[in-house]
């Protein structure tokens, strides 16, 4: 009989297995499983396992990242880059090795040449991965390793080129609601009248397109959709147009994402105050 991790190690590989070459469920369900895997040893038992599998291999090299994210550095960065560069030569097509990778540079706040390097491999094989450009778009912030200006020259050359229903599509309304947020966390007057972002001209258009195109039925089909909604309705709240959102809030359904309710409290409960609103 096969013992509980090695079902456990069945399970993971057949759901990341499952998508084929769909790089964006793919990269969705590598994210939310190597989530779970951070709290137990399912990472480091798969690629014993399975030394040469690119999925084992990256998938230990995912769960390292989110630990390091965690905590707030890595205990070996190396080793798990070297876990990405073995995988991205078991498996050349896919951009999944360059994803983590380029999330461990993040964690450990490498020159951005070599982090525009990594995101030069992974645009050659997924152009709107929307892992990818989360984690630019946090390097790029202040926050981080940029400036506000970096951060927003990233945003407005993907603006320029996203398709409507791309699964990048929502990296402009996650570099405002992370505006927002940079703006309540620095209290004062500024904090108190955060609210005032919403109404700038550049705000504005960017709630009344995704209102146009998001709530659509059918139209956002990309693995994280549900999250990209999630943002929608949170900003409209933020922008004081919550009754614009009751569309938005159907869609939705009962699938509350932490991010980004957790920045005002506990997530579902701010999703349901929000959602009776509207």
């Known amino acids: 009989m096969p013992g509980q991790d090695a079902i456990q190690i069945d399970q993971v590989e057949r759901i990341l297995q499952e998508p084929g070459s769909d790089w964006d469920r793919r990269t969705h369900r590598f994210a939310v499983l190597a989530e779970v895997a951070s709290r137990s040893g399912i990472g480091r038992s798969w690629r014993i396992r399975r030394p040469q599998c690119a999925d084992a291999l ?54 951005s040449r070599d982090l525009f390097a990594v995101w030069g491999e992974i645009t050659s094989r997924d152009p709107w991965n929307r892992e990818a450009h989360l984690q630019m778009l946090r390097y790029l912030s202040p926050e981080e390793c940029g400036s506000r200006s970096s951060q927003m020259d990233f945003v407005e050359t993907v603006r320029a080129s996203v398709p409507s229903a791309a699964p990048a599509v929502g990296v402009e309304l996650a570099a405002l609601v992370d505006e ?99």
């Open 58 to 111: 990256v998938f230990e090299a995912w769960v390292e990242m989110v630990r390091g994210r965690q905590a707030g550095k890595m205990e070996d960065a190396r080793a798990a880059g070297e876990l990405c560069y073995r995988a991205a030569e078991a498996a050349p097509a896919d951009p999944i090795p360059w994803v983590v990778l380029l999330g461990i540079l993040r964690v450990m706040r490498a020159d």
């Open 180 to 278: 927002h947020s940079r703006t309540s966390a620095q209290g004062g007057v500024e904090a108190l009248l955060v609210r005032r972002q919403w109404a700038n001209h550049r705000a504005v258009r960017i709630l009344d397109g995704a209102l146009r195109d998001w709530p659509r039925p059918g139209h956002l089909r990309h693995a994280a959709a549900l999250a990209d909604l999630n943002l929608l309705a949170y900003a409209l709240a933020q922008a004081g147009r919550v009754r614009e959102s009751a569309d938005t809030f159907a869609l939705i359904g009962d699938t509350v994402t932490a991010w980004p309710w957790t920045l005002d409290g506990e997530p579902v409960e701010e999703f349901r105050y929000w959602q009776s609103k509207a």
